[in-house]
């Protein structure tokens, strides 16, 4: 290794670029060249606070980028840059070995042809990482992770953005942290916070697992740029439009009890005897309107419900009642989640499997399907489903008249009612064991497999999974049987005292 005073010849690597940042940093160096041992014509220069790639020989010295990383230079006051507005670009070690080639072939001399490696599009990435989430894989633990239905929507829309699809045809090699962060802003200017925040979120996590999954396909075995794009925040107008949502949520939440639970149930069930011909409700949607009202779960999930799911009889819980387990693919958590389910919850799965039966001899059509709550929609890719949070939430509208443009009711038959939805029922149950109860604490985040703030749980939540029995495991199937004999006894009381006559 050769030095002087003013320079060094040596391997350019990434240590050495650590070197040279922090003397830029420092910014005492009057001038100081760390030369390339394999392109000699390669430099790296180091002039006060600025650091500059270079391509240097006897008759010139021509600047093609900067090596100072944006994370660092923004720190740094713009009047104490002084290197030349030429060759601005951003290099990292790997690409500037690559423009120096090129600017000294330029010069007429002689260079070794780059060797051509293999690079994904933006777009192959995007199809790529779409696959990925779509099967079964694993996490860094080991435990298995289930595709998810919500998240493969999240993707495929905040990527199906206009402001991302027009960069689908460019090579990733060719993209960098101010395009991440160009992208970044265009979508939180046109959409808002969360279409920013979900483009950071799947953009990143696309990128990392290209990088560690398929480095050599992609090309993506340099720097990580992506995770250098600066985050944003939210606008002081975004700021209060939020705390405002909040505070009418919190007031929705407040005002929803399960005597308006009550009353809903009453003219849900009016409705849909109403409803005839091709109005017709579907016996998927309103005996599932029923089962998530009782089980209190998260939209979509809670008619996610398979015949095999159900014990009709369990020895160890009170005569009528039995069991309901959702699998681990259809829970947020990603965990198996079982409920006691009172003789109502099992009255509602027999009329519903009956009222499925004889839709299907109407349309004679056997359907044959493994859900309870079947939706007549049975879609191309995925055959025969449950019915989907949406068709729960346009009941509701429905009811509310709000779907005239589609040819539903022109009246709100829910007048009196407070504005809810379906996560709203969810509160409502949680709220109700918490507050009207004297359960333990921590049963009401049992009950919704969601902890609510001031619902502390026990020293039994600690139990690991090996030697787990009926009385002592992570499901406590005892606590909750307690919490759904009162909520199921306070349902069906606000339905009575609404005048409901019990559904058959």
Same mark, same amino acid.
């Given at each position: +290794?050769?030095?002087?005073?003013?320079?060094?010849?040596?391997?350019?690597?990434?240590?050495?670029?650590?070197?040279?940042?922090?003397?830029?940093?420092?910014?005492?160096?009057?001038?100081?060249?760390?030369?390339?041992?394999?392109?000699?014509?390669?430099?790296?220069?180091?002039?006060?606070?600025?650091?500059?790639?270079?391509?240097?020989?006897?008759?010139?010295?021509?600047?093609?980028?900067?090596?100072?990383?944006?994370?660092?230079?923004?720190?740094?006051?713009?009047?104490? +840059?002084?290197?030349?507005?030429?060759?601005?670009?951003?290099?990292?070690?790997?690409?500037?070995?690559?423009?120096?080639?090129?600017?000294?072939?330029?010069?007429?001399?002689?260079?070794?042809?780059?060797?051509?490696?293999?690079? %994904?599009?933006?777009?192959?990435?995007?199809?790529?990482?779409?696959?990925?989430?779509?099967?079964?894989?694993?996490?860094?633990?080991?435990?298995?992770?289930?595709?998810?239905?919500?998240?493969?929507?999240?993707?495929?829309?905040?990527?199906?953005?206009?402001?991302?699809?027009?960069?689908?045809?460019?090579?990733?090699?060719?993209?960098?942290?101010? %395009?991440?962060?160009?992208?970044?802003?265009?979508?939180?200017?046109?959409?808002?916070?969360?279409?920013?925040?979900?483009?950071?979120?799947?953009?990143?996590?696309?990128?990392? %697992?290209?990088?560690?999954?398929?480095?050599?396909?992609?090309?993506?075995?340099?720097?990580?740029?992506?995770?250098?794009?600066?985050?944003?925040?939210?606008?002081?107008?975004?700021?209060?439009?939020?705390?405002?949502?909040?505070?009418?949520?919190?007031?929705?939440?407040?005002?929803?009890?399960?005597?308006?639970?009550?009353?809903?149930?009453?003219?849900?069930?009016?409705?849909?005897?109403?409803?005839?011909?091709?109005?017709?409700?579907?016996?998927?949607?309103? %005996?599932?309107?029923?089962?998530?009202?009782?089980?209190?779960?998260?939209?979509?999930?809670?008619?996610?419900?398979?015949?095999?799911?159900?014990?009709? #009889?369990?020895?160890?819980?009170?005569?009528?009642?039995?069991?309901?387990?959702?699998?681990?693919?259809?829970?947020?958590?990603?965990?198996?989640?079982?409920?006691?389910?009172?003789?109502?919850?099992?009255?509602?799965?027999?009329?519903?499997?009956?009222?499925?039966?004889?839709?299907?001899?109407?349309?004679?059509?056997?359907?044959?399907?493994?859900?309870?709550?079947?939706?007549?929609?049975?879609?191309?890719?995925?055959?025969?489903?449950?019915?989907?949070?949406?068709?729960?939430?346009?009941?509701?509208?429905?009811?509310?008249?709000?779907?005239?443009?589609?040819?539903?009711?022109?009246?709100?038959?829910?007048?009196?009612?407070?504005?809810?939805? +379906?996560?709203?029922?969810?509160?409502?149950?949680?709220?109700?064991?918490?507050?009207?109860?004297?359960?333990?604490?921590?049963?009401?985040?049992? +009950?919704?497999?969601?902890?609510?703030?001031?619902?502390? #749980?026990?020293?039994?939540?600690?139990?690991?999974?090996?030697?787990?029995?009926?009385?002592?495991?992570?499901?406590?199937?005892?606590?909750?049987?307690?919490?759904?004999?009162?909520?199921?006894?306070?349902?069906?009381?606000?339905?009575?005292?609404?005048?409901?006559?019990?559904?058959?």
């Amino acid at each position: +290794m050769a030095e002087s005073r003013f320079s060094k010849r040596c391997e350019l690597t990434v240590k050495v670029v650590d070197e040279a940042v922090a003397k830029a940093l420092e910014g005492k160096t009057a001038r100081f060249d760390y030369c390339d041992e394999s392109q000699p014509y390669f430099v790296l220069r180091v002039r006060g606070h600025s650091l500059s790639w270079l391509v240097k020989t006897r008759d010139k010295t021509i600047k093609i980028g900067n090596a100072m990383p944006p994370q660092h230079r923004k720190r740094l006051p713009e009047r104490r +840059m002084r290197a030349s507005k030429v060759g601005d670009e951003d290099l990292g070690l790997r690409d500037a070995r690559q423009s120096a080639k090129l600017e000294w072939a330029k010069l007429g001399n002689q260079v070794e042809e780059p060797e051509k490696k293999p690079c %994904w599009t933006w777009d192959q990435l995007v199809e790529g990482y779409k696959t990925y989430i779509s099967g079964m894989r694993e996490d860094a633990r080991g435990q298995p992770v289930y595709p998810s239905n919500e998240t493969q929507n999240d993707v495929r829309l905040i990527f199906a953005r206009p402001e991302v699809a027009k960069h689908a045809n460019r090579l990733l090699n060719h993209l960098g942290e101010q %395009w991440f962060e160009d992208v970044q802003e265009a979508l939180h200017e046109a959409y808002g916070f969360d279409a920013y925040r979900k483009f950071r979120s799947y953009g990143r996590a696309a990128l990392n %697992w290209a990088q560690k999954f398929k480095r050599k396909e992609s090309g993506l075995d340099g720097r990580r740029w992506w995770q250098l794009a600066e985050e944003r925040r939210r606008t002081s107008t975004e700021v209060a439009k939020k705390i405002v949502r909040t505070r009418e949520l919190k007031k929705k939440k407040a005002d929803f009890k399960v005597e308006h639970l009550g009353k809903l149930l009453v003219e849900h069930e009016k409705f849909c005897l109403s409803r005839t011909g091709n109005e017709r409700i579907s016996p998927g949607v309103r %005996w599932g309107f029923w089962w998530d009202c009782l089980t209190g779960h998260r939209r979509g999930s809670g008619t996610w419900i398979a015949r095999k799911d159900i014990d009709f #009889k369990d020895p160890r819980l009170p005569k009528g009642w039995g069991l309901a387990t959702w699998q681990p693919e259809v829970m947020k958590s990603q965990n198996e989640f079982t409920l006691p389910i009172p003789p109502l919850g099992l009255h509602i799965i027999r009329c519903c499997l009956r009222d499925v039966e004889e839709a299907s001899k109407r349309v004679v059509k056997n359907l044959n399907s493994p859900w309870i709550f079947t939706s007549r929609v049975v879609q191309s890719d995925a055959g025969i489903i449950p019915v989907s949070g949406s068709a729960l939430a346009n009941h509701i509208r429905n009811m509310r008249g709000l779907r005239k443009e589609h040819g539903g009711n022109h009246r709100d038959i829910l007048k009196g009612i407070p504005p809810f939805s +379906m996560h709203i029922i969810r509160s409502t149950l949680g709220d109700y064991i918490l507050d009207e109860t004297n359960l333990p604490p921590g049963v009401a985040s049992l +009950m919704i497999a969601h902890e609510i703030a001031g619902d502390h #749980k026990s020293e039994m939540d600690k139990v690991g999974d090996t030697g787990r029995r009926w009385y002592f495991q992570a499901q406590r199937i005892p606590e909750k049987l307690k919490a759904m004999e009162l909520w199921s006894e306070a349902l069906l009381k606000a339905f009575d005292e609404a005048g409901g006559l019990h559904p058959r």
